[in-house]
């Protein structure tokens, strides 16, 4: 049956669609805004979150899709897929809870039926770094669906998680480079309180597990705290006449070795190197490296968020992201921070 029906901005059930024709028949009011969160199940609050700025993003009058669809053409293990969790009754109450107006659940066949497409995106070099070379094909077959679906969908706007930084900016690159004609908005991770990135995948981690997984979170923060307190030593040695004070009194009382060791912090890069910060992460890695369980580094790395190449060690202005991916057991996980290099007032 066709669902022909506009639905109010009001929280309660979204409508239920599971096939194009269904999208099709929702009617958009006149003017109002579609904006569409693309989820692939499972909902927590990352996700609640996505909804709740898609529902202010587009006003009272506007319109809020999540779509529900594990994609088969992103996974490269079958068991990944297999074992993907599905839950679309509570994830009905989860969207509609937070807004959404309607949520659309295709099956396999319904977005791919003529079998597995011959014709994809591909996701280019960028597609390749991190993420991508971890999981080969993965960013051409999420970029193959992300297109699909806002063809199906039609939104003015379409949101997306910072957790997936990589998979963000290549969604981003991909509608500017074919000209899509869709707006891209980043929403920023939510976090347990323990620091730990919200992701379906936590379900799957014991309790020991989920121990060893916050290394992923601390790691990311120790390596923003050691860029913070260089930049405020840096700051204080520069902007403040009590540190060539302190080193003329030391030097005074034949303390040249304190001296000078204060002159080096002084002169310590502004923002603190990028070595130095991947360092910082990694002593928290290599730590949990040796946890039980043990935490099994894939990569971490410190990259250009134009095109998540590496930043160079000589780069000490510009923005920069901390990528980390993870295993624990048999639980893959990924974490990242938005950085500043260098970034002195
Ligand atoms: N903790 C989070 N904070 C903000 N956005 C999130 C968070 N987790 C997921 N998202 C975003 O929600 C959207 C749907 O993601 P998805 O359904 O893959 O959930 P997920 O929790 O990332 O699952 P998994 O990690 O198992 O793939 C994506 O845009 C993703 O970036
Ligand atoms: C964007 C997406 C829904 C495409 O399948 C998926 O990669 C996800 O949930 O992040
Ligand atoms: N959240 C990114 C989708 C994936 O892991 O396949």
Redesign the pocket.
């Known amino acids: 049956m066709t669902a022909q029906r506009s639905v109010p901005a009001a929280l309660g059930a979204p409508v239920l669609l599971r096939t194009a024709a269904e999208l099709d028949a929702l009617r958009r009011p006149a003017g109002a805004r579609r904006v569409v969160?693309?989820?692939?199940?499972?909902?927590?609050?990352?996700?609640a979150?996505?909804i709740r700025t898609a529902r202010s993003t587009a006003g009272p009058a506007g319109q809020v899709v999540v779509t529900?669809f594990v994609n088969p053409l992103q996974f490269g293990e079958a068991a990944d897929l297999d074992r993907?969790?599905r839950t679309l009754d509570a994830d009905l109450a989860v969207a509609g809870a937070a807004g959404a107006d309607a949520v659309f659940a295709p099956s396999a066949d319904e977005v791919y039926p003529g079998g597995e497409p011959q014709v994809r995106i591909t996701a280019g070099p960028m597609g390749e770094r991190l993420e991508g070379a971890a999981r080969p094909g993965h960013f051409d077959g999420m970029l193959t669906v992300v297109a699909k679906l806002l063809h199906l969908t039609r939104p003015d706007e379409a949101?997306?998680?910072?957790?997936?930084a990589q998979?963000?900016a290549l969604i981003r690159r991909m509608v500017r480079d074919l000209n899509f004609g869709v707006g891209i908005t980043g929403?920023?991770?939510?976090?347990d309180p323990d620091g730990l990135?919200?992701?379906?995948?936590?379900r799957f981690l014991a309790r020991e597990e989920r121990r060893t997984a916050l290394a992923l979170p601390r790691a990311l923060f120790a390596a923003r705290d050691r860029l913070a307190a260089q930049r405020a030593l840096h700051e204080r040695a520069t902007t403040t006449s009590a540190h060539a004070d302190r080193v003329a009194g030391l030097a005074a009382l034949g303390e040249i070795r304190a001296a000078a060791d204060t002159q080096a912090v002084a002169l310590a890069r502004p923002g603190g190197g990028p070595a130095a910060v991947r360092a910082a992460a990694r002593l928290v890695l290599d730590d949990a490296a040796r946890e039980q369980p043990p935490l099994a580094l894939d990569y971490v790395a410190l990259v250009d968020p134009a095109d998540f190449t590496e930043i160079p060690d000589d780069r000490d202005q510009g923005d920069a992201i901390l990528a980390v991916a993870a295993r624990v057991g048999a639980t893959r996980?990924?974490d990242n921070i938005p950085l500043t290099l260098g970034a002195l007032t």
Do not use: C, F, W
């Open positions: 969160v693309m989820t692939m199940g499972a909902l927590h609050e990352g996700h979150t996505l529900v993907y969790p949101l997306y998680g910072q957790k997936d998979q963000l929403v920023p991770t939510v976090r990135a919200l992701s379906s995948r936590n996980l990924i």
